[in-house]
């Protein structure tokens, strides 16, 4: 490509136009495959392409041999196509990484990560910008977060961990109703609309309630249940165990906090003696036909890697009784969602993007969640979507 030249990507074609001279008909590299269809270009891409002016494109070629799914065919060679952007109205700077997989069967997208400025960068480093820093915007945006409990986490961590997990999902039944914040006080408009209106938050939300459906059937007397991981374990805690005896439940988590928070949790309900927990990888339960049940959400929407969720997947289905069910959920592809204000994903995308560029962006469809599942010894029985079909749940039976 020219040097000191700006350059537009035609997500249709794969050509690059100068944006200066107009200077059409250089591709990003010879014989550039299709984008795939279940992965979409960048957000700000998507429905105005003149709104963003490409700074830089560079690839790369490596050459790999190794199946990342036993049905899928032989990886020959892998491309990355590393693109960096300016977004004309936001004036955000942009940087993502496309991997590309080419196999005996074709060249196929296998998706990128978003971040800003620098793939895997911490926000501290991501805060130094380019050409002088943030954008206004951005900046506005970090400093309401730092106002309230829950945005300074997020603006910390990058992601929610057990305690804010259950701060979200429990939000339709307290602060909803009181209006009040973690902190006791008036939640401000941020927060409000992160709880009430942001998409990803209200299929979290969702997800949550049509786990409890799916799994008070199998929480009778005498059964052994698991959430993994736990957080605060309100997806078995929060049930309606009236008229069950016997049932013994187990929370396995990495974190400490979590575990902390989850025992006090179990007092509350009163249901301290029925519950052990376990500090322990999700990978490695070292647990053989163990429990009845097990509940998992929130790891695999942080796993990129195909092949590594599947071994998830093997870890349950190991420490599961024979017939035991698993019930577990996943992040659909973006293009495929029904938001209920399209408003609202287009500042989720922003927020969760520029501002707050957060982990948890790993998407699977279905049809690829029921094969993981298959390998790894599951028979899906059912899969419910959230009114969006953002975040849905799966239950599965261990064959």
């Given at each position: ?8 990507l ?14 059409a ?25 003149a ?63 978003m ?14 910008g ?15 977060l ?84 736990c ?15 016997g ?117 699977r ?35």
């Amino acid at each position: 490509m020219s040097p000191n030249h700006q350059y537009r990507l035609s997500w249709a074609t794969n050509v690059c136009c100068c944006v200066s001279c107009q200077t059409a008909g250089e591709t990003v590299w010879p014989a550039i495959p299709r984008w795939r269809t279940d992965r979409p270009p960048p957000p700000c891409v998507q429905e105005c392409p003149a709104s963003v002016t490409f700074l830089g494109v560079g690839a790369s070629v490596e050459r790999i041999t190794h199946s990342e799914l036993s049905t899928r065919p032989m990886t020959r060679s892998r491309v990355l196509l590393d693109l960096e952007w300016e977004h004309n109205i936001l004036k955000t700077r942009q940087r993502q990484v496309f991997a590309y997989l080419e196999t005996d069967a074709g060249t196929w997208y296998s998706g990128g990560t978003m971040r800003i400025l620098s793939h895997g960068h911490d926000l501290a480093d991501l805060a130094s910008g380019v050409d002088g820093g943030l954008s206004p915007e951005v900046q506005r945006v970090r400093e309401q977060l730092r106002t309230f409990e829950l945005g300074a986490f997020l603006l910390k961590n990058l992601g929610l961990n057990g305690y804010w997990t259950s701060y979200v999902v429990l939000h339709p039944d307290q602060g909803r109703k009181t209006g009040l914040g973690s902190d006791g006080a008036a939640m401000g408009e941020l927060e409000r609309w992160l709880l009430d209106r942001c998409p990803a938050f209200l299929a979290t939300q969702e997800r949550f309630r049509i786990f409890r459906s799916l799994t008070q059937p199998f929480m009778t007397s005498g059964t052994a249940c698991a959430s993994i991981p736990c957080g605060l374990m309100d997806d078995l805690l929060s049930g309606d165990d009236s008229g069950i005896n016997g049932m013994r439940l187990t929370g396995v988590d990495l974190d400490a906090e979590s575990l902390t928070l989850a025992r006090a949790n179990a007092a509350r309900c009163k249901l301290q003696d029925a519950v052990t927990f376990e500090q322990r990888d999700a990978w490695h339960l070292d647990s053989a036909s163990r429990w009845d049940l097990i509940t998992s959400n929130g790891l695999n929407i942080y796993v990129e890697d195909d092949s590594k969720c599947v071994d998830l997947y093997k870890s349950f289905a190991s420490a599961l009784a024979a017939g035991g069910h698993l019930v577990t959920s996943f992040i659909t592809p973006p293009e495929t969602w029904q938001p209920h204000h399209a408003g609202d994903l287009e500042r989720q995308r922003f927020l969760f993007g520029p501002v707050v560029p957060v982990k948890w962006q790993c998407t699977r469809s279905e049809m690829l969640t029921r094969e993981q599942l298959a390998i790894a010894g599951f028979e899906v029985l059912c899969v419910q979507y959230d009114a969006q079909r953002i975040f849905p749940a799966v239950l599965a039976r261990k064959l």
